[in-house]
Structure formats: structure tokens, C-alpha cells
């Protein structure tokens, strides 16, 4: 009988899933949100997650159950733990990767480097760090955001009295976090799968640029980044797996500073932006890889098929949302190039695709992946 995996939402990282699934012969059905989602060619069901009725009628037909997000919540996470259905990552490693406080909290208690940081409950608490860190800082909602949505600059102790007010109306005594500005001279990510039998494995150190909080481009390997930084990012990563008990994929975004000081910025414990070009650049993807770790399966070989692959996101799309009508000109002016579209509308900001090209020289294939991706801008 075939292995059957349940991912728990229908976005585009279920549905990247689902060519890997294919290719092994696994058996993949996705929970998701509601109709039209990127991942509905393997929806078997619709609802919504935060029930546990839902989820539970689900998980009933699947050997494991994963996450295309990490939003699930606790109590529905632990009931189907009680329930006896394997889920991976667990509601322990899953409940750091879902509030930015327990995250920072965690891995400060495990040693590992991080930018200064503070959780914040009102503008005198804010006013307080500012004090102590130039007049500048960063503050982001502790759940929830995604893409730069719940990060702000703020240089006065009033800037987040919205976010303030909103977690106050919310009750629970929930916090901001607060952290410093760091004058990072790059963004890193390094990605990382972990098997519950304990293997675990780990793709090149990337180089992301973001532009406005969102992944723009993802450059792997980073350039300049043999040896130390490598080894350490690699160390950092597989310490957080191990240390939390992650299962299936980890990244670590992570920033780069001009002193050569390496600091974590966030988690996710599952396939992320800065790896989709292990799809098209890596010997195993991301999403096989995912799913061979959560069946506890042996990894993949995480080698590149070039010495360099860069991806660039295709974010917004075209103003007049034809999104076919880009395709002949874009995939005859680089038939190298590898395409991927996530079936969700343009729209200003949103993810709605990817590019990637891979080969031997760096600038050379950047420039092709970003006049490549270009060919769907406005
Ligand atoms: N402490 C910080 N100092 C400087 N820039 C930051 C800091 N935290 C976040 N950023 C910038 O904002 C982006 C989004 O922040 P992040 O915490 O990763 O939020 P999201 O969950 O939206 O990805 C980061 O990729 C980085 O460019
Ligand atoms: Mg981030």
C-alpha cells in the first residue's frame, strides 16, 4: 500500500509538494483553506484548520501529517497527537516557530546567537529599549506575519501603538517583540531536514536579498561563503533541529554582519521561499526532501547540479493579471530557464511565482533569472 502524507493547508508550498509525491508514488492529500487554492489539484478535503473536528476527520486516512504553515494550533496539534496520528514537526518545535517571543526566548536559553531583543507590552516598555539602542529598533507582532506584514522600523516610543492596542483588545497578555536594528551587510538562509530517526542533512548556505520584508531573490551557494560561514551556518542550523526536535524541514533565516558576525533572524519548519531552487538546482528538492523526513525515510543527496542556481520570485505579476499571455515571450528568450507558477492571480506584492536558472558562472545566471522573471512584471 502506498505511503500517504496529509498536509495541512493548500498553499503553494503543498502544492510543490505534489510533483515529489508523484515521482516516489506517495499518496498526498492536502486540507485545504477553502476552493481555488494553489495546492487544490490534491485537496481531498476543505475546512478549516483551527477545528479539530476537521482536522482529526483528515488525519484519519493518512499515515502522517505535516504543514504547508505553521498556524495549526496548539490544542489541534495535541489532539491529534492524543489521537495517535504522527505529526511532524510536533506541536513542541512548532509552537517556537509560531510565536516569534518563544522563538528568540529559545534560542537564547540554547546559547545561539541572536540580535538583542525584548517582548514588550506598552510604549514605556518600548521606550525603554529604544533608550537602549540608539533611539532605533525593530518591532514585529510575535504571531502571524508573514512577508515583512508585522515588521516595523520605529525610532519613537509610539510607533507601534496600533499593534499595542490591537494585542491589548485581544486579552491574553500577549507582547510585541522588540529587537535591534542590525546592520546586517547580507541575508543568509540555510535550509536543513531531519528525520525522527535522527539523520539529518543540509542543503548550500544561501544568499537571499529582500525587498520591502519579501524574498526577492535567492542566490545559492551564497557567494563568498566557503569555510567558516558555511560550517558555522551549517552547525547553527542542525543544532536548532536536533535541540527542538525538528522533523522534516528547517530553514534559518539568518543575517550577516560587518564584523563577520552571523545572527538568526526567524524559523520555519517547513519547505520555505529561500529553497525553492533546490528544485531545479539540487539533487533532491526541498519538498521531496520534506516528505521523505516526515515518513522518516532516508534523505536525499542535497549536491547542486551547477556550481551556481539563483531564484527569483515572481511577485505582483502583470497589472492586467494576464499572466498567459507572458509565457511565449518569456520561454523563448530563455528556454534554460525553469518557470514555476503557483496558479494564484497577480496581484500587487503576492507571491504568485518563481524562477530559476542554474550554471556555471554567477553573474551570468543571475542577470538570465532576473530578465527571465522580468518578462511577468508590469
Ligand atoms: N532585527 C532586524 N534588523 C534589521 N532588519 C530586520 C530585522 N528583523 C527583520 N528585518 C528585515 O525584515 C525582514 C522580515 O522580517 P522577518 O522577521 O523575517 O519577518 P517575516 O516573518 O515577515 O519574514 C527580514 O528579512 C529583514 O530584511
Ligand atoms: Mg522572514
Partial sequence: MALRVGVIGGGQLAR??????????IDIRVLAEGPAMSAGI?????????????????????????????????????????????????PEPLAVAQD??????????????????AAVHDQDELRAFLDDHGGRAVVKTAR??????????????SGADDWFTAIAEA???????VEELVPFTRELAQSVARRPSGEVVAWPLVETVQQDGVCAE??????????????????????????????????VELFQTADERILINELAMRPHNTGHWTIDGATTSQFEQHLRA???????????????????????GPADGDLAARYPGALAAFPEAKYHFYGKAPRPGRKIGHVTVVGDD???????????????DD
Fill in 16 to 25: 510543490m509538494m505534489v510533483p515529489a509525491a508523484l515521482e516516489l508514488g
Fill in 42 to 90: 490534491a485537496a481531498t478535503a476543505e475546512g478549516d484548520y483551527h477545528d479539530a473536528g476537521t482536522v482529526l476527520a483528515f488525519a484519519r486516512d493518512v499515515d502522517v501529517v505535516t504543514f504547508d504553515h505553521e498556524h495549526v494550533p496548539q490544542d489541534v496539534l495535541r489532539a491529534l497527537v492524543d489521537a495517535g496520528v504522527p505529526v511532524r514537526p510536533g
Fill in 100 to 117: 516569534k517571543i518563544t522563538m528568540r526566548r529559545r534560542l537564547s536559553e540554547l546559547g545561539l546567537p541572536v540580535p538583542d531583543w
Fill in 144 to 157: 502571524g506575519g508573514y512577508d515583512g506584514k508585522g515588521v516595523r522600523v520605529v525610532s519613537d516610543a
Fill in 171 to 177: 486579552g491574553g497578555g500577549q507582547a510585541l517583540l
Fill in 218 to 251: 535567492v542566490l545559492a551557494p551564497a557567494p563568498d561563503s566557503a569555510g567558516r560561514i558555511a560550517d558555522l551556518t551549517e552547525s547553527i542550523a542542525v543544532r536548532i533541529a536536533e535541540e527542538l526536535g525538528v522533523t522534516g524541514v528547517l530553514a
Fill in 294 to 316: 516526515v515518513l522518516d525515510l532516508p534523505l536525499g543527496a542535497t549536491g547542486m547540479h551547477a556550481p551556481s542556481a539563483v531564484m527569483i520570485n515572481v511577485l505582483g
Fill in 362 to 376: 554567477v553573474d551570468d545566471v543571475v542577470y538570465r533569472a532576473r530578465a527571465a522573471a522580468a518578462h511577468f
